[in-house]
């Protein structure tokens, strides 16, 4: 059973920073293409970032680009997302997946970028 749980939201001034963690059970994490969605209230899901099984492709969606850095410990079987200028907008529950953005994602971890 696909298990995942992030870790690291909270409440950051625009401009700031935060890392949020994912780490996944039930699976084969290092095999595994995983990603990065969010969702805003009363927006749909939004997905952001991907990285390949092994970590050597990454990619982004055009908004993050540049501030939000993706990455993995599959020794850890722990998913990264570093998150750099923060702005209002950003703000939304994040989740991690295993897969795209319509496969399995765990509970979520809130971001609130507010001054």
């Known amino acids: 059973q696909v298990q995942l749980v992030e870790s690291g939201g909270g409440l950051v001034q625009p401009g700031g920073s935060l890392r949020l963690s994912c780490v996944g059970s039930?699976?084969?994490?290092?095999?595994?293409?995983m990603s990065w969605v969010r969702q805003a209230p009363g927006k749909g899901i939004e997905w952001l970032s991907s990285?390949?099984?092994?970590?050597?492709?990454?990619t982004y969606t055009s908004s993050v680009k540049g501030r939000f850095t993706i990455s993995r410990d599959n020794a850890k079987n722990t998913l990264y997302l570093q998150m750099n200028d923060l702005k209002i907008e950003d703000s939304a529950m994040y989740y991690c997946?295993?897969?795209?953005?319509?496969?399995?994602r765990g509970q979520g971890t809130q971001v609130t970028v507010s001054s």
């Open positions: 997946t295993k897969g795209g953005v319509d496969d399995p």
């Open positions: 039930g699976f084969t994490f290092s095999d595994a293409l």
């Open positions: 990285i390949s099984a092994l970590g050597g492709g990454t």
